[in-house]
T-cell receptor, first 112, second 107 residues
Framework: IAGITQAPTSQILAAGRRMTLRCTQDMRHNAMYWYRQDLGLGLRLIHYSNTAGTTGKGEVPDGYSVSRANTDDFPLTLASAVPSQTSVYFCASSESLNTEAFFGQGTRLTVV | GIQVEQSPPDLILQEGANSTLRCNFS?????LQWFHQNPWGQLINLFY???GTKQNGRLSATTVATERYSLLYISSSQTTDSGVYFCAVEGYSTLTFGKGTMLLVSP
């Protein structure tokens, strides 16, 4: 079934540890995005990628990095996790910018 | 960046009632989407509607781009409609989300 797959579904992580959230899409979409969702703040963009090989910063990029080595994969890395990065993380993709976006099922991350 | 305001923030309905959710945005947009986040956290696409009107079953949406607002109509609401409804708009680059309308439909 075509779509976006995120892994892991949930994770408890010790502060200071490194963590990579994985996102894979099989729709051959050019654009991909990472959002975090926090109570009262809605969904905020962390990083995005217009096409393979390019990335850009969103509204809340600090403490996160991304790479886009190919069309299908867009991993999000927390180099040294802090408790304020406790959140639900959503990956999304769209055919290109300004077209309909589709979301993965989310990753619930708790940093303790 | 673009500001997105949704109203009302919360809504409680009796099953079978109709409702209208509103999304105001501060600038011209190239993309507007409505999402439903169900109680399990999944974000479900409802409409991709940068302008005009669309209908899908009991749901319909209208975007008046020149006046910078969009409306989501839910008719004959069901308990399965409960959840949070998000409006998201895209100006020059990426989607900006409103804070959502939390809907509870009681039996």
């Amino acid at each position: 079934i075509a779509g976006i797959t995120q892994a892991p579904t949930s994770q408890i992580l010790a502060a200071g540890r490194r963590m990579t959230l994985r996102c894979t899409q099989d729709m051959r979409h050019n654009a991909m995005y990472w959002y975090r969702q926090d109570l009262g703040l809605g969904l905020r963009l962390i990083h995005y990628s217009n096409t393979a090989g390019t990335t850009g910063k969103g509204e809340v990029p600090d403490g996160y990095s991304v790479s886009r080595a190919n069309t299908d994969d867009f991993p999000l890395t927390l180099a040294s996790a802090v408790p304020s990065q406790t959140s639900v993380y959503f990956c999304a993709s769209s055919e290109s910018l300004n077209t309909e976006a589709f979301f993965g099922q989310g990753t619930r991350l708790t940093v303790v | 960046g673009i500001q997105v305001e949704q109203s009302p923030p919360d809504l409680i309905l009796q099953e079978g009632a109709n409702s209208t959710l509103r999304c105001n945005f501060s600038d011209s947009v190239n993309n507007l989407q409505w999402f439903h986040q169900n109680p399990w956290g999944q974000l479900i696409n409802l409409f991709y509607i940068p302008s005009g009107t669309k209908q899908n079953g009991r749901l319909s949406a209208t975007t008046v781009a020149t006046e910078r607002y969009s409306l989501l109509y839910i008719s004959s609401s069901q308990t399965t409609d409960s959840g949070v409804y998000f409006c998201a708009v895209e100006g020059y680059s990426t989607l900006t989300f409103g804070k959502g309308t939390m809907l509870l439909v009681s039996p």
